[in-house]
């Protein structure tokens, strides 16, 4: 048996997940009397329901009470360009929504979602989301809740001893291998997802998915070919595409197929000191890029979460959407290192427009389904740009010393 899971685990997730996908299909139209095979995509969204809140609790916090005053670095301007290019990536994800709008094929509830009346309510949820007790936040999964007294914790702790911090870390460790465990059964839950999906709905419910690959991707690219290069220039003043597609190649391929932005931090560490970049700053800003630094993972929050809106035909105007924005970036910092992470905070950008959170968490399933390329995509577009803000952080300090001289 030990052999058999190791033989398993050697097989890439990618590939595992494909093939889930494929017998799901294949069982959906064959065999689709035999419901209990969607059992394993109930108990697979379960689990992740289960782990999310704590995970988004500890990850946050433990970030940033890691954070050491006193080192002169450039890290205020990475943090600054880190937050910024976030944002942006959520607003081109908001834009692409409206633009090329996503309709998702849900299973059940829809019926029991009513809109909010307007921009008043909506914030008067967040508002009081955000006092909520914190206990109660993450017993009921209120993700906003979580996040704001996750932050409050992570800066309260930052002059704490070393040994609270490391056993925060550790706990946040902790939870994050319980996220791989889970997520190493993808391929299962996508295979009862997928199988739920075709013998309910039929193979015609699958058309949707393309066109949400190729909103979640072409939003992606354009992040990556223009967005970024945008923000390269007005840093270094040149031509900023020999760095992006450097950062690009060097790191995003890899990233890529590891869909880890944690796993990828020593080869980020790697192409930093290549680029002669100040071990000061990258020693700190790709380790803390790989919890923060999350565009990808705004174009995939924003994108799902106004699909969900799309598919329930809850109306979404425009100040509204710009809260969206700002709350996907926000979100997008406390997604996890590892593979997927980002979905599980699709509920926290779902619930600003009263989305239940089953609801919210059949979108996620809908995510891992599509997730093949999604996730992939998105690791390599969050983790290159690790190394691309750091870079231009440095590179824009010595220009405008060298203007000063």
């Keep these: 048996m030990k052999e058999l899971v190791t033989k398993w685990n050697s097989i890439s997730l990618v590939k595992r997940i494909i093939a889930g996908l494929i017998i799901g299909i294949i069982l959906g139209m064959v065999v689709p009397q ?11 969204v379960g689990a992740l329901k289960a782990v999310a809140p704590i995970l988004v609790f500890f990850l946050v916090s433990g970030a940033l009470c890691q954070h050491k005053e006193g080192k002169k670095t450039n890290m205020k301007t990475v943090v600054v ?10 607003t081109v994800a908001v834009i692409a929504s409206f633009l090329f709008p996503v309709e998702l094929t849900l299973t059940a509830g829809v019926e029991d979602v009513s809109a909010p009346s307007g921009v008043g309510e909506v914030l008067k949820t967040l508002f009081m989301n955000i006092v909520s007790n914190p206990i109660d936040a993450i017993a009921n999964a209120n993700y906003i809740g979580i996040l704001s007294w996750a932050v409050l914790l992570g800066i309260a702790l930052r002059k704490a001893g070393d040994g609270t911090k490391k056993a925060i870390t550790d706990i ?7 996220v791989r465990w889970i997520i190493s ?24 998915y393309g066109h949400l690959i190729l909103v979640l991707v072409g939003s992606m690219l354009f992040v990556a070919l223009v967005v970024n290069p945008l923000i390269t220039y007005i840093g270094i003043r040149k031509n900023p595409y020999p760095l992006v597609f450097k950062c690009l190649k060097d790191s995003g391929i890899t990233a890529f197929f590891t869909r880890s932005s944690a796993a990828n931090i020593p080869v980020n560490m790697n192409l ?6 100040d071990k ?10 790989a919890t923060i630094n999350m565009g990808g993972a705004a174009v995939t929050i924003s994108i799902l979460a106004l699909a969900a809106t799309h598919t329930l035909g809850i109306s979404v105007d425009f100040p509204t959407a710009i809260i969206l924005c700002v709350l996907s970036a926000v979100s997008a910092c406390g997604a996890s290192g590892v593979a997927g992470g980002s979905l599980l905070l699709v509920p926290l950008a779902c ?4 989305i239940s959170n089953d609801l919210a968490m059949q979108v996620v399933g809908v995510g891992f389904i599509v997730g093949v390329i999604q996730d992939s995509c998105e690791t390599a577009l969050n983790s290159s740009t690790d190394v691309l803000y750091t870079a231009v952080a440095e590179l824009s300090g ?5 203007k000063q001289k």
Excluded at 34 to 44: A, R
Excluded at 195 to 204: L, V, Y
Excluded at 280 to 289: C, E, K, M, Q, R
């Design 280 to 289: 000061d700053t990258y020693s700190v800003s790709i380790p803390l890029g």
């Design 34 to 44: 035999f419901s209990v095979i969607g059992l394993l995509g109930q108990l697979f």
């Design 185 to 208: 059964c993808a391929p299962f839950g996508v295979m009862g997802l997928v199988f739920t999906t075709i013998s309910e709905q039929g193979i015609d419910a699958l058309l949707s």
């Design 272 to 277: 930093c000191k290549e680029l002669g970049l």
């Design 172 to 178: 946040s460790d902790a939870i994050s291998q319980c």
């Design 81 to 90: 360009l880190y937050l910024l290019g976030t944002f942006l990536a959520g």
């Design 351 to 354: 619930s600003l427009f009263g």
């Design 398 to 402: 010595r220009r405008k010393a060298q």
